[in-house]
């Protein structure tokens, strides 16, 4: 195996660059932020609380990608651009993103992640704890289907971290993955909530089940394939979500595995940058012109508080209802 970086030492890049440094891989950990890159080096790769695992890292400013290099890229789609002017032609790109990212589909990266666990990292530490459990899907992307499986895949097959699935198509799982993270992110960083009170608090609850209605029906309408992540398919939660009753009943089961689980884009709105670009904004270009009111007033409301340094709160919501 050549050079393996992990850019991006957040809560995915951090369990998955654990996985596979417990498994002897000599991953190079790539971060922009100088506290992380110190806590690293003096202390390794830590996930929960279990034993740390030593590991390189570099601050990104200083990063040099090798040539016939492996990438792991788990940062925020507003920083590919960033990181891609960096790569040399003859480089190995894995993208594990939620977002769907323009320059990552003209780049053409043949492999793609998309991690359905809740992974959150401690401020200025390369320290994750995992939230929720889940799965970490990879496959080729859309027609690629003739992609060889890296050695690193063979390695994560092993972690007993997460659970790794090998599907030959990507973008189905991704598809339904941004469903659901354009109903939960806006929305719970807009209000200031966690991801379980997104379906305690009343008028948060309508809310996404509008929004987790509306994706659902664009993607449905476009000619979208949906995978299944968590314990139903797509096309059973849009039947669900046509009696509220029972949405409601199931929304109170699921409470317990999701609360105080984090939104990543909750950090990011008070700092006038957030995805809701590659999530809502990628919707509603989906749909065309087709209607998609709530994404759309979704998406003003984010880019408002984004440039207006809105604080979140819970009665901001009421600009969508």
């Not at 590919?80 to 790569?87: G, K, M, P, Q």
């Not at 323009?102 to 359905?116: K, M, N, P, Q």
């Not at 200025?124 to 899907?137: A, N, V």
């Amino acid at each position: 195996m050549g050079p393996l970086y992990v850019v991006g030492a957040g809560g995915i890049g951090c369990a998955v660059g654990y996985a596979l440094c417990a498994a002897g891989a000599p991953v190079v950990f790539v971060e922009a932020d100088p506290e992380k890159v110190r806590w690293g080096r003096a202390h390794g790769v830590v996930v929960d609380h279990r034993p740390a695992q030593p590991a390189s890292f570099q601050h990104f400013e200083e990063w040099t990608p090798q040539p016939g290099a492996t990438v792991l890229l788990c940062t925020k789609c507003y920083h590919n651009r960033a990181v891609l002017d960096r790569l040399p032609a003859a480089t190995t790109l894995i993208p594990i993103q939620n977002g769907f990212d323009a320059l990552i589909e003209t780049r053409g990266a043949a492999l793609e992640g998309v991690a359905s666990f809740v992974s959150e990292c401690l401020p200025g530490r390369t320290h994750t704890r995992i939230t929720r459990q889940g799965r970490l899907h990879f496959g080729s992307r859309g027609t690629r289907t003739n992609t060889p499986m890296p050695e690193l895949l063979s390695l994560l097959l092993a972690t007993n971290l997460f659970q790794v699935e090998v599907v030959p198509d990507i973008l189905p799982y991704k598809y339904t993955k941004l469903m659901y993270n354009a109903a939960i992110s806006p929305l719970a960083a807009a209000a200031g909530l966690d991801n379980g009170q997104l379906l305690a608090v009343r008028p948060a609850r309508r809310l996404f089940f509008d929004l987790l209605r509306e994706n659902y029906a664009i993607l449905h309408d476009a000619g979208v394939p949906l995978g299944k992540i968590g314990p139903f398919h797509p096309d059973t939660v849009a039947r669900i979500l046509r009696r509220l009753s029972v949405a409601t009943l199931l929304a109170w089961a699921f409470y317990p595995t999701l609360r105080h689980s984090y939104c990543s884009m909750s950090g990011d709105l008070p700092r006038g940058r957030t995805e809701i670009e590659y999530y809502n904004r990628h919707l509603i270009d989906l749909a065309g012109d087709r209607p998609c009111p709530l994404n759309r007033r979704v998406y003003r409301l984010i880019k408002r508080m984004e440039g207006e340094r809105i604080r979140p709160n819970l009665n901001i919501l009421d600009e969508l209802l």
